[in-house]
Structure formats: structure tokens, C-alpha cells
């Protein structure tokens, strides 16, 4: 695919969560899911999606105003407005405490169930993997085993 | 759905209102300079070419000694032409000094334009020109004393052939103040002693589709009548070679390109520093533009993104500057003109080529940089912009440093680091020094110029004759015009030659070749034609169709115009005149000779007040230059070392936590860029007088002289001076934002 494909492939089907929030400074939370709202032809619908993510009370807020958590929700609920296909999460929880992170996760396997999406999380939490249907472990850039998860865990129960 | 990304406009504008307040000003400044004075250029310059149409200007004039027989006038009008008498009465002392031209009616040719009251009317009226007027605080109803006539003032008006006030076409500036021109009823005018009269007869071709050429030798065929009826031509001019007339409308359109391009170069420089500041932002939203690369944002959408505010502020400034430049500006601007040139009233006209140049073309070399920039950087991958790793091209190993102290290793580390804004910074100096420059510069070298003309010309008076008599005490020259080419325009210029004694004890600072077809030239002549001595210049007298080739000896020290020197009989031998030829006098003292035989008085006030002139008519015009290029420099130092300490934030932060002091990270940061801008500065003074010098060399192919490039060491002290108390003031802008830099900045960053 060249650059322009690509772009169209990663607008319509992909979305992103990063370690760090990279959220949009001085936009409001509602308004940073919004700016992925605008590029699907029929995204979620927010107000819902700000409940589902436990964030509506906060959606007039700026980033700088909430904790990692709740700026990672945000962050989550902007990769999923689109509704997209595959939802790619780079350490999804590298930047947030056991309890947070545990939410986080939660949350993630809420919506995997809500909007039946494929998630490919990437960790080096050995926990995480628990909670997947499908594994592959990689070691320096070569996949050493590939396995599926016959019995996923809840999120809720994971313990590291 | 409208972008939500559009919502940080007005939230970015908001948060770094000093930045867009300061380029909006900027450009608003520059675009009220342009448009206002390109709006009044070009609208007077549309008022006088009506005008001049309108108010039938004359083809040409000549005086002769004696009112012409009425036999020679209809042998002239068979040359197709209509011929008007134009007399005018000289009056001297005028307001102690000054030379008024009262001239007789004007009905069919070179008709006066009215201002205010009305044409004069019966014996005691007169009409007098609007900037003489002004010069000289005379009023409607006012009583004037001319030639010991008293008339009322009954208007104001401007003529055709005078919309510059040039007393002798030789002079190389305007004279405003020394000079002026009135109107009077034939009645009135019949008052006049005849001893003041001269009899002026300007001539308009019935065919108004002649070319120069066919002019030229249409008025050869004129002046060969009058010589061929034993007439005394004194002074025959063409409109073209006539400064009162000419001299506008060429100037007119020449201001407006160097003005064009001054504002082309500021709008280049303003579209750099948003740029600067936009890579700056682009590098501090490395992670956000990745995030949205990644979501599927395309590249044009982020570009437009980013490129939408500086252009929007651009547009804003666009517009305000265009609405003031053609409301409140047209005065002060009008007044440039209207101080200096005797116009017909304005009339303001809405000019299509004009508001292009201040609003296309400013918009357009704004959105061309910027694009670039933009697409340029926006072109990196999305993964690029994750790792913050925005540089082109790879840079492997940091850029290896001498074993300098720290402190000095760490200020080229940041001068590395900020080349962009640094550079975007030496040519805003570069170019507000400049103007700074020439506002400040141009007097002293006014000055300067006056006072070589004043210490070389050695003589006080110079008669010019209607017929040759004898007179005591003055050394007899003969004096005549001719043309050679000038390099720079491939036009010819006129020079004017002096047939002097051998033995002068007037011209006594060169020696006078005895040799035929031998001169010394003047200095001017020298370095404004670039002549050395022993070349050989071929001389043109467009009147009699005749070229003479001669060898330049010497160069003498004159600067007063574009001077030959040769002796008196050769002159004479090569313009095939008597031996003994001559027409006029130079002396020490006023000769004693009757007023009737004189055709032109000039003493040494009158070679100097016409070069005095010049700052007079550019005083309004130094003043707005030197108020814009302080502006300028202000806020180009703010904007672009305000960016090393933005870009630094987080570090300077650090630097706090480790316990750096306040003294200490001035030193490391603002020290760098006061280092820069003083470097800067003076750097760029060489550069700025090169320039300079250029420009001069294009004003001198304007004049019928040469300025010669000074410049006294105050001006580059004051210019250093002002570019130092202008940092100095905005540093502590800075000092202040780099205190209010919290330490928890440091310490809340997770990358």
C-alpha cells in the first residue's frame, strides 16, 4: 500500500492507543474524542461512549486537568469513536499505577464484548496476557511462542 | 461535522496573544505603509496625466530677448504648432529672497487647476500656487507687493508647467522655498516694468501622437527658424528635458518599486517568523500530530490545520492595513507629495493594480512559505513523529566542539539549536538596520553633500547673458550643453561645459589643457559616469547633430554638477564659434551689468538652497521610516529570541532543579541571543552600507549630479545603539517569563 492508502486504511479501520495520552492540550476531553469523531462516516455516540468510559461529568475539562487514568480513558474513547475495526494499544498501561491500570484493562474487555472489535495490545506486563484470546510472546523482535487462550481471565482478577 | 481541531484556534490565538499581536502589528504597519502610499502615488499620478492632458501642457518654450515679430510667429505655426505667448514678470527679493514668475493669462495652453477662490480677474488679482502659497502663509484675500505692483490674492492654483518647481532646468533638486509662480490677468500684467519681463513663447503640436523623436526634431526645425531670423534663443526647452514638467511624472513612478520591494522583503521576513514559530509548534505537538497521523488525519488536513492561523492573522492584517492605508493614511501621505510637488488636487481613486500588491501578493508569499515549511515537515512518518525525531536529515553524532569553557560550548550548543529563528533574525535586522540607516544617514549625507559643493565651487556669481557685454571683475566663460550616454540607463544625460580662461584665477585647483580636444572633468562627472583619466568621451549636441570625442585629462574637485572643463578657445574652435565667444560671467563680486542684459542670476545660495531642498521634501517620509524600523526591530528581537526560551522551557526548568541560578541561566540562554544580535548588528552594518551605496547610485541616476556615499561613524553608533536598547528592553520581557518558569515543569514530564 502506498502513503495515501495507507492513510485511508489506518482513518477507516485502525485505531490507537499510545503509553503516553498525546491528548490535544486545549481541547476539552469531549472535544479530543471529537477529533476522531470527525473522521468516521457514522461514529459512536459520545455522550454514551463518555458514560461507558466514565467520563462524562468530566467531558469540559481540559487534559492537564485529570489524572493519567481518566486522560487514558479519554485516549481509549477517542481511538474507539470511530468504531474501528482493530484497536491497536502500544503498553496501554505503562504509564499508570496497579489499580488504574486494572481499570483500564477492564474497561478495554468491556468494550471488546460492547462493540466486538479485534484489540492487539502490546505489553511487558507477563500478567496482561492472561486476560487475551490469542498470545504471541516476542523476543527481540522474533515471535517464540504463539498460542491461544482457551480460558481468558477477567480483568478484574488479574494479579502482578 | 465541523473539524473539532477548529475549536484551538481561538484557544491558541488566546494562549500566545503577544506572538500573533506583534506579527499582526508588523504586518498591519507594513501593508498601511504600502497600500497608503501606492494609493496616493498612483492616484496623483492619474490626476497628473489627466491633468496634464486636461490643462494642455505645453510641447516646449523658448525666450527670446525681444517680444517676437508677427512675421516669425506665422512661419513658426507653419511647423504645425499653436504658439502662446507664456510672459512672465521676475520678481527678486520676494519675501526677502525668494524668485516668483508672475506670469501673464492662461487661456489656451498650460491652464491653471483651482484649489480654492478664483482665476484673477481684472488689474490688482493674482493667483498664486498652492505650495507657494503654503510656503509662504499667503491666504485668499491676502495682499502681495510684486514688483511694486500690490495685488489680492484671489486663488490658489498649480500649473501645468510648473507641478515641479525647478528655477533653472541645471538645478539638481526642487527649489519650494526659494522659488514660486503666480498668475495674473493680461491687465494686470501690463503693469509690469519691461525690465522685469522675460518673453517666454510655449508651443503645443496640433498632432498629439508625435513620438519623442519626431518632438526633437520638430523643435530642431523651431529653432532653426529662430536662428535663421537672426533671433536670440536663450533658453529652448522640450517638455521632456524640462525638469518643471517632466521631472513628476518620471519620478512618480520610480518610488513606487523600491517601495513595492521594501514591502515584498518585510512580508518575506514576517512569513519567516511564522514559520519559525510554526516548526517550533510543530516540534512541541510532535506527539499529538502522530497520534492524529495514526488515527488516519492526512497529511493535507494537518497541514491546513497548521497553516490556517498564521494565514487567518495575515488576511486580518490584510485587511485592517488596506482599510487604514486608504482611510486615515491617505493624508499624512498626500502630503509627501503635496509638500514637494505643486499637483492638481486629489482626486483618491480606488487602484485595482495597487490593491493587488498590498493584499494578493503579501497573502500569496505567505502562503507559499509557509506551505512549504509545512509540507516539508509533515512529510515525515507518523513513527517519526512519535520518537520526536523531526530532523530531515539524520543527524548521526552531535557537531563536534572545540574544548571551549562549558558555558561557551553550551551557548553554540543553543546557537545549533536555534540557527532558524537566528537566521530569520539577522536578515530582520539586517533589513531594519537598513531602514534605520537611510532614515538617520540621509541627512548628514545631505549635509555632506552640500558642504563638498559649497567648499569646491570656486565662485560666488554667475551671470548668464542675453547678449555678450563688457563688465569689470568677472572672468568671461562660455557655457554649453551637451549629452553623452550614461552606463547604467544607456540614456544620454546633459553635461555642461566650461570654455574657461587659460589663465583663470577662478578655476585655479586644475590646469587647464592647452591641448585641442582636451578636458578636465568634473568629480562628479567622474564617479557618476565612471570616467578615469585618459579615456576618451564621446560628447553629443543633439541640436545641431554633431558628436565630438575628447580626452579627459584631469578631475577636478567640483561636485556642483556634471562639469567639463576646457580651455575657452578651444570651446569655441570645437563648437565652430568666433574666437572670443562667450555667455556669461563667474566672479567673487556682483559685476555691474544692466538687468536687461542678463538672462540668469545665480549666486552661491542658489547652488546650494536647490540641494538643501531635498531634505525638505523627504523630512515626512525619514520620520515614518525611522518610527517603522524601531517598531520593527522590536518585534522581530521579541518574537524570535522570545522562541529559544519557549523551545528551552522544560530544560530551563531542569536547570532549576538542579539548582541552577537565575544569573546562571541568563547567562546560558538570553546571553546567546544578545550575543547573536549584537553580532547581528554589526555584521550587517558593512552589508546595510553597501547597500546603501547602491541605492545611491540609482538616486544619482535620477538627478542630473552625483551624491557620494558618507556616512559619519555617529550613524553606525547610533544604529548599533538603538538595535542594543531595543534588546535591552526586551530581555527584560524575558527574564521576567523565564522566572515565571515553574520547577514542577520538569518534574511532571513523563518522556
Request: proline share 3%; aromatic share 12%; glycine share 6%.
Amino acid at each position: 500500500m502506498n502513503e495515501k492508502e495507507l492513510t485511508q486504511y489506518r482513518r477507516n479501520h485502525l485505531g490507537f492507543v499510545f503509553q503516553f495520552y498525546n491528548l490535544v492540550p486545549n481541547l476539552t476531553l469531549k472535544e479530543n474524542i471529537e477529533v476522531c469523531a470527525y473522521l468516521s462516516k457514522n461514529p459512536l455516540e459520545i455522550d454514551e461512549l463518555l458514560k461507558t468510559l466514565g467520563l462524562y461529568e468530566h467531558k469540559d475539562k481540559l487534559p492537564s486537568q485529570l489524572s493519567g487514568g481518566q486522560q487514558q480513558r479519554c485516549a481509549i474513547g477517542r481511538a474507539l469513536v470511530k468504531n474501528p475495526s482493530v484497536l491497536l494499544c502500544d503498553e496501554p498501561t505503562g504509564a499508570l499505577d496497579y489499580q488504574t491500570s486494572k481499570e483500564i484493562l477492564s474497561l478495554i474487555e468491556e468494550i471488546n464484548k460492547k462493540y466486538s472489535n479485534t484489540i492487539i495490545i502490546v505489553t511487558h506486563n507477563d500478567a496482561i496476557k492472561n486476560i487475551a484470546n490469542h498470545v504471541l510472546r516476542m523476543r527481540e523482535g522474533v515471535i517464540v511462542s504463539d498460542y491461544v487462550n482457551e480460558n481468558p481471565i477477567p480483568a478484574g482478577l488479574l494479579e502482578w | 461535522m465541523r473539524n473539532p481541531l477548529n475549536k484551538r484556534y481561538l484557544r491558541e490565538l488566546k494562549k500566545n496573544a503577544g506572538r500573533y499581536i506583534c506579527t499582526f502589528l508588523l504586518l498591519v504597519t507594513t501593508i498601511i505603509l504600502g497600500s497608503g502610499f501606492l494609493c496616493v502615488m498612483e492616484s496623483a499620478k492619474y490626476s497628473l496625466d489627466e491633468y496634464l492632458i486636461e490643462n494642455k501642457v505645453e510641447d516646449g518654450y523658448f525666450e527670446a530677448a525681444f517680444p517676437l515679430e508677427d512675421k516669425i510667429k506665422s512661419k513658426l505655426e507653419e511647423e504645425d504648432i499653436v504658439l502662446c505667448d507664456n510672459f512672465y514678470s521676475t520678481a527678486e527679493e520676494f519675501n526677502g529672497g525668494t524668485k516668483v514668475y508672475i506670469f501673464n493669462e492662461r487661456s489656451e495652453m498650460n491652464i491653471p487647476a483651482l484649489f480654492e477662490g478664483s482665476l484673477p480677474a481684472g488689474k490688482n488679482e493674482i493667483a498664486v500656487d498652492r505650495l507657494f502659497a503654503e510656503n509662504h502663509n499667503i491666504k485668499v484675500g491676502d495682499s502681495l507687493e510684486l514688483n511694486k505692483i500690490k495685488f489680492t490674492v484671489s486663488g490658489t492654483i498649480s500649473l501645468p508647467d510648473y507641478s515641479s518647481l525647478f528655477l533653472s532646468n541645471q538645478d539638481l533638486v526642487m527649489n519650494t522655498t526659494g522659488f514660486g509662480v503666480c498668475v495674473v490677468s493680461n491687465e494686470g500684467f501690463a503693469g509690469f516694468e519691461e525690465s522685469t519681463v522675460t518673453y517666454r513663447y510655449s508651443y503645443c503640436h496640433n498632432d498629439r501622437n508625435l513620438s519623442d523623436k519626431e518632438k526633437v526634431e520638430a523643435a530642431n526645425r523651431i529653432r532653426k527658424i529662430l536662428v535663421g531670423n537672426g533671433l536670440n534663443v536663450q533658453d529652448f526647452l522640450i517638455a521632456k528635458d524640462n525638469q518643471s514638467i517632466s521631472f513628476l511624472p518620471n519620478d512618480m513612478g520610480k518610488d513606487g518599486p523600491i517601495m513595492e520591494v521594501l514591502i515584498y522583503i518585510l512580508v518575506v521576513i514576517i512569513a519567516f517568523v511564522f514559520a519559525v514559530l510554526s516548526a517550533h509548534t510543530i516540534e512541541e505537538e510532535a506527539s499529538i500530530i502522530s497520534t492524529l497521523r495514526s488515527m488516519g488525519y492526512k497529511k493535507a488536513e494537518l497541514v491546513l490545520h497548521y497553516i490556517a492561523l498564521p494565514i487567518i492573522v495575515t488576511f486580518l492584517a490584510l485587511v485592517a492595513g488596506n482599510a487604514l492605508g486608504y482611510t486615515v493614511m491617505i493624508e499624512p501621505f498626500k502630503r509627501i507629495y503635496y509638500k514637494s510637488y505643486c499637483l492638481p488636487p486629489l482626486t483618491v481613486k480606488f487602484n485595482q493594480v495597487a490593491f493587488i500588491k498590498t493584499t494578493i501578493i503579501p497573502i500569496v508569499i505567505m502562503i507559499v512559505i509557509n506551505l512549504l515549511l509545512l509540507v516539508n515537515k509533515m512529510s515525515l512518518s507518523p513513527h517519526r513523529f512519535l520518537r520526536k525525531d523531526l530532523k530531515k536529515r539524520k543527524q548521526k553524532k552531535a557537531a563536534k566542539l572545540p574544548n571551549f569553557k562549558f558555558i561557551n560550548r553550551f551557548r553554540i550548543r543553543v546557537i545549533l539549536q536555534n540557527k532558524g529563528s537566528y537566521l530569520v533574525l539577522f536578515f530582520g535586522i539586517f533589513l531594519s538596520s537598513f531602514l534605520l540607516m537611510f532614515g538617520i544617514g540621509l541627512k548628514p549625507l545631505m549635509d555632506y553633500y552640500v558642504d563638498t559643493i559649497d567648499d569646491t565651487i570656486p565662485y560666488e556669481y554667475q551671470h548668464i547673458l542675453k547678449v555678450p557685454v563688457e563688465a569689470k571683475g568677472g572672468e568671461k566663460v562660455l557655457i554649453y550643453s551637451l549629452e553623452t550616454e550614461y552606463y547604467l540607463t544607456k540614456d544620454n544625460v546633459k553635461v555642461t561645459f566650461y570654455g574657461v580662461q587659460e589663465d583663470s584665477d577662478i578655476f585655479n585647483d586644475f590646469k587647464i589643457p592647452r591641448e585641442e580636444n582636451h578636458i578636465v572633468v568634473s568629480d562628479s562627472f567622474a564617479k557618476k559616469l565612471k570616467v578615469n583619466v585618459g579615456d576618451e568621451i564621446i560628447f553629443e549636441d543633439t541640436v545641431y547633430e554633431k558628436k565630438y570625442s575628447l580626452v579627459v585629462d584631469e578631475i577636478c574637485p567640483y561636485t556642483n554638477n556634471l562639469g567639463v572643463y576646457m580651455s575657452i578657445n578651444n570651446l569655441c574652435r570645437l563648437l565652430e564659434k568666433d574666437t572670443g565667444t562667450f555667455n556669461s560671467y563667474v566672479s567673487q563680486k556682483k559685476l555691474d551689468i544692466d538687468d536687461a542684459y542678463i538672462a540668469k542670476f545665480m549666486n552661491r545660495s542658489d547652488f546650494l538652497g536647490a540641494a538643501k531642498q531635498v531634505m525638505i521634501s523627504f523630512g515626512n517620509v525619514i520620520a515614518i521610516i525611522n518610527v517603522f524600523s524601531v517598531f520593527a526591530y522590536l518585534v522581530l528581537m521579541y518574537l524570535l529570541t522570545k522562541i529559544v526560551i519557549d523551545k528551552n522551557s522544560l530544560y530551563i526548568s531542569f536547570m532549576k532543579v538542579f539548582g541552577y541560578e537565575k544569573k546562571e541561566i541568563r547567562k546560558l540562554y538570553l546571553d546567546t541571543s544578545a550575543i547573536v544580535v549584537l553580532i547581528s548588528l554589526l555584521v550587517c552594518l558593512p552589508l546595510e552600507a553597501n547597500l546603501f551605496k547602491m541605492i545611491l547610485v540609482y538616486i544619482s541616476s535620477l538627478i542630473e549630479g552625483y551624491m557620494d556615499f558618507y556616512l559619519p561613524v555617529s550613524v553606525y553608533v547610533k544604529i548599533v545603539l538603538v538595535g542594543v536598547i531595543a534588546y535591552f528592553g526586551i530581555n527584560a520581557l524575558h527574564l521576567g517569563k523565564v522566572r515565571r518558569i515553574p520547577m514542577n515543569e520538569a518534574l511532571k514530564n513523563r518522556e
